[in-house]
């Protein structure tokens, strides 16, 4: 008993409060709608908005780890989505062939689009990370254009004989009974939609446990140091180009791995879908939830993704109304005289349940 009590400190403490706190929501979270699922009492329209949630909330957290912890403002989210999204695809495809669990094919497909995002990320950050604030984000939007061209443009066939890549023509030299994945600009088709819910709070999990883990290790301190002067950490021996690139390709990967879930959640897939508006709309999901705080981008990015939804009474003005809350949600959370009598409120809270000091 005496050992539980000692765990339960440990996890509420200031060090492990935030991480536990986003653990015990994203649980909450899915005990709660799973719970609603079997029992039939959730609605079509909002089980149809778990996979994407899952998926951009996994996004939104590694964006988070950029903007929040290094400091640096990227734009390219989308294309390390797209990229995980269509070779995810195709990597499924390829292995559905050889293995017949359809986990161990969405675990390998989610571990191929992460891998060749982080290849992504890593090629272009090496000769970009250099630059800083605007010029950063103006490259990165550029990538996830050119990322986007190439994909409108690709052509992915599977056969007997392995993978076929062309650009510009299907004449990829398959035999007759080959299949082609991806199909230029008409997109990708999935063969088999193997994502689920279960599989997306897993994978925000894990996302959870890489960040966290990264930010409060060595690492991670060098990292934030690197934010927060980058002259002053250099000056004392810290490798800023190499931990930048560090928290680069992690969020790239996490990306990645995010637009895999997503993308084999449908039954076919449009490279249009991931243009730098998709990236803009990542990037609010992070401000909305604060920089640097994992749990409020989890709630934030939920609330985003439903309330339009919520809001489909309203037919024509829901897009006025959900611009209107989003307007004052920003102005509340920057009014300093709200937040001077939020933090009154929550002294008073603490008056009322003191904490046991142990003797």
Excluded: W
Excluded at 13 to 41: D, F, K, M, W
Excluded at 58 to 72: I, P, Q, T, W
Excluded at 165 to 186: E, Q, R, Y
Excluded at 283 to 312: D, F, K, Q, W
Aim: charged share 15%; glycine share 8%.
């Amino acid at each position: 008993m005496k050992k539980i009590e000692e765990t339960l400190k440990k996890l509420f403490s200031n060090q492990y409060r935030q991480r536990t706190v986003s653990y015990l929501i994203v649980v909450l979270a899915y005990v709660i709608i799973e719970t609603a699922i079997r029992t039939g009492n959730i609605s079509n329209t909002i089980k149809s908005l778990l996979i994407p949630t899952c998926s951009y909330i996994v996004a939104a957290l590694a964006l988070n780890l950029l903007v929040g912890y290094l400091g640096d403002l990227c734009l390219g989210q989308a294309g390390f989505m797209a990229v995980g999204a269509f070779f995810g695809v195709v990597a499924a495809a390829f292995f559905a062939k050889y293995i017949s669990s359809n986990v161990l094919v969405l675990i390998l497909a989610i571990v191929v689009g992460g891998v060749l995002s982080g290849a992504c990320g890593a090629l272009i950050g090496i000769p970009v990370l250099k630059l800083q604030g605007d010029y950063l984000a103006i490259v990165t939007l550029a990538f996830c254009q050119i990322i986007k061209t190439l994909l409108l443009n690709l052509y992915v066939g599977i056969d007997s004989r392995g993978l076929h890549f062309s650009f510009i023509t299907d004449n990829t030299n398959m035999d007759p009974d080959g299949v082609l994945v991806i199909k230029g600009a008409i997109g990708a088709n999935v063969t088999k939609k193997l994502s689920s819910f279960t599989a997306g709070v897993l994978l925000i999990l894990f996302a959870l446990f890489v960040i966290y883990n990264l930010i409060n290790s060595r690492h991670g301190r060098a990292i934030q140091a690197c934010r927060d002067n980058r002259i002053a950490a250099s000056s004392v021996g810290i490798p800023v180009n190499k931990y930048k690139l560090l928290a680069f390709v992690v969020s790239a990967i996490l990306t990645g791995m995010a637009g895999t879930l997503y993308g084999l959640g449908f039954s076919s897939l449009k490279a249009s879908k991931f243009d730098f508006n998709l990236s803009i709309l990542i990037l609010v999901y992070v401000v909305l939830g604060g920089l640097g705080n994992m749990t409020g981008t989890i709630v934030s990015t939920t609330l985003l993704l439903v309330i339009p939804e919520a809001l489909r009474a309203f037919n024509d003005y829901r897009m006025i109304i959900y611009s209107i809350v989003l307007i004052a949600v920003m102005l509340i959370s920057n009014n300093a005289t709200i937040m001077f009598y939020l933090k009154r409120c929550k002294e008073y809270c603490r008056k009322l349940f003191p904490k046991r000091r142990t003797e």
